[in-house]
């Protein structure tokens, strides 16, 4: 049987049934790509309140409005279930779950592991699957492929179809969404990469089909080691300039006015996301056992995860030309989500600040307007309610995560001192005796 023609004319229909496994910040909007070019679509996730919220109508997911969910379920062409065994009446699986990084710096691959084997017992002859999880190069092929066919009973390309296509998300923006940014597919073989290609083609704007799986998986990889280098330089040079004596914010515009050979980052406390501070270890891990040293990963790793404790020490310093202790002064931290008007609070530099201050002695609070309260390893705070109290009380204000919501003018106004680690207050903080800046 001719499964490749017979695919492609499903999607081309949009009588394929689609399925998405894992719906969190990258599955939950491809579900909803997916169900709003036509396809009906099943979001599978072993979460049962994020299921009973779909089910209700409501997000959970800031860039997907309950309105979206609504329209969608209503319509039937949304449905959310925690049984895997839904697969076996599917046309295609995307798989979208996390790849976190455990405590020693080695991929945790967990819950890539456990999704294979919950599809290897329902993965038929006809299915195409993408895997989407962020990893090393050779994932699709040495552990998805192999656990699939690892009965024989599929081949891949004529049976089968697999494909690796990076996720390419970026939550709270809006100008690039997942329709409209550029999809990157990878397949094992030809057949595969035209199935799924044709698939993804149907919903997003445009599709960037490339040689091999390995190929997609390594694209990924050098966007975020692009990034997560370039970010590592300019927290050095932030770190040089305050040994200098010379402002990083003002250098940063100076060379921004170079119309090439220029592209502007800027520093920070510290990385966060659930991709820029981990993908390029991943790689890292991968080469370690292919006896090389990725010598820029490295460096750049250890210049970013130093810049919390580097902020502290800033802070502590400014604290101290106040004639005020780190130890029993109260501190108030803006923002913990890892980027500004998100909810976010995956690996977010915001957690090792606060950890570090209350180390030292400091009475730490926290003000959040998308992240009411912090439930991470033993950290336990809520956001502060009376947040012009709060601002007025506190002996530093620590900005670490610049929200637009926040009026910078009159935080600097009431604030007895703030330490600035994103120049959210821009010129009139540069100007201004109470503010410090990273």
Not at 54 to 79: A, C, H, N, R
Not at 375 to 393: G, I, P, T, Y
Not at 402 to 426: E, P, Q
């Amino acid at each position: 049987m001719n499964y490749v023609k017979e695919l492609v004319t499903k999607f081309e229909n949009k009588s394929a049934r689609i399925g998405v496994l894992g719906l969190g910040y990258v599955g939950l909007p491809l579900a909803v790509v997916f169900a709003q070019a036509g396809f009906e679509v099943t979001g599978i996730d072993p979460i049962e309140s994020k299921i009973k919220s779909l089910e209700q109508g409501k997000s959970y997911v800031l860039d997907v409005p309950d309105e979206t969910i609504q329209i969608l379920t209503s319509t039937g062409k949304l449905k959310a279930t925690s049984d895997f065994a839904v697969l076996k009446d599917l046309d295609a699986v995307s798989i979208c779950v996390p790849t976190p990084l455990r405590k020693t710096g080695d991929p945790d691959l967990s819950f890539i592991f456990s999704v294979a084997d919950s599809l290897k017992k329902y993965v038929h002859p006809g299915m195409a699957v993408v895997l989407e999880s962020t990893t090393y190069p050779g994932t699709t092929r040495e552990l998805i492929l192999s656990k699939l066919t690892e009965d024989n009973t599929l081949k891949v390309g004529e049976d089968l179809f697999l494909a690796f296509s990076p996720e390419r998300v970026d939550p709270g923006r809006i100008d690039y969404t997942t329709r409209n940014t550029p999809k990157v597919i990878g397949g094992i073989t030809p057949a595969c990469l035209e199935v799924t290609s044709s698939w993804y083609g149907q919903a997003l704007e445009k599709v960037i089909p490339v040689s091999s799986a390995e190929v997609a998986e390594m694209a990924k990889l050098l966007e975020n080691t692009f990034r997560m280098i370039n970010i590592g330089l300019v927290n050095e040079m932030a770190i040089m300039c305050d040994r200098l004596g010379v402002d990083i914010w003002e250098v940063i515009e100076a060379a921004s006015t170079k119309p090439f050979g220029f592209m502007k980052f800027q520093p920070g406390p510290g990385l966060g996301g659930h991709c820029i501070p981990i993908d390029p270890l991943y790689l890292s891990w991968k080469l370690k056992t292919l006896n090389y040293s990725t010598r820029f990963i490295n460096l750049a790793s250890e210049i970013n995860t130093g810049m919390p404790r580097f902020t502290v020490t800033k802070i502590q310093d400014a604290l101290n030309t106040h004639k005020k202790p780190i130890n029993g002064s109260k501190i108030l931290v803006l923002g913990v989500a890892y980027k500004p008007d998100i909810d976010d609070l995956r690996e977010s530099p915001a957690l090792d600040i606060i950890h570090l201050l209350q180390e030292k002695g400091a009475q730490v609070q926290y003000h959040d307007p998308f992240i009411p309260s912090i439930n991470h390893d033993e950290l336990r705070m809520q956001s502060v309610a009376d947040f012009d109290k709060a601002v007025k009380e506190a002996d530093c204000v620590v900005i670490v995560t610049n929200h637009s919501l926040y009026d910078y003018t009159s935080i600097m106004r009431d604030a007895k001192l703030v330490f600035d680690a994103r120049n959210a207050t821009g010129d009139a903080g540069k100007d201004n005796p109470k503010v410090v800046k990273l």
